[in-house]
């Protein structure tokens, strides 16, 4: 396998694993929206979000997703999910500055995926496997 192939490959596994995590980020909306709705509360200062809006964002949000899982559009949809992760990643400050309490060690798995969402977005036009 050569260079090319390689790297379109490791991009490929980085774009469905960032896929499933948002994946499972915004199902969240759907199954537990009380959940969904404590995190734009607690982590967004955006209070009061009924399950109507949640689910708005929720299929904006599978929309995304979509387009973003099969590689189109990747400088509108790439960056999307690079801009989302950020502002998920940096809200959530106050956990990294007291690790060791509750389960605020999981939110450092944050920085790896941001890495990843930066480098696939860096990398678009040599994310060629399974694209449209």
């Known amino acids: 396998m050569n260079t090319q ?14 896929f499933v995590v948002m994946l499972v980020w915004t199902l969240d909306k759907f199954i537990n929206p009380v959940h969904a ?14 399950e109507t809006t949640l689910m708005v964002i929720g299929i904006a949000e599978l929309l995304l997703l979509a387009a973003f899982v099969v590689g189109w559009q990747k400088r509108w949809t790439y960056g999307a999910v690079l801009l989302l992760h950020a502002v998920s990643t940096f809200s959530s400050y106050q956990q990294y500055l007291s690790p060791f309490e509750r389960t605020n060690l ?27």
């Not at 709705?37 to 009924?50: H, S, T």
């Open 106 to 132: 999981l939110f450092f798995a944050a920085w790896p995926m941001l890495a990843a969402c930066f480098a696939l977005y860096y990398l678009r036009d040599l994310d060629t496997r399974l694209t449209l």
């Open 37 to 50: 709705a404590r995190v734009y509360e607690y982590f967004y200062f955006i209070p009061d979000l009924g």
């Open 5 to 18: 192939e390689r790297t379109a490959t490791s991009l490929l596994l980085l774009r469905l694993s960032v």
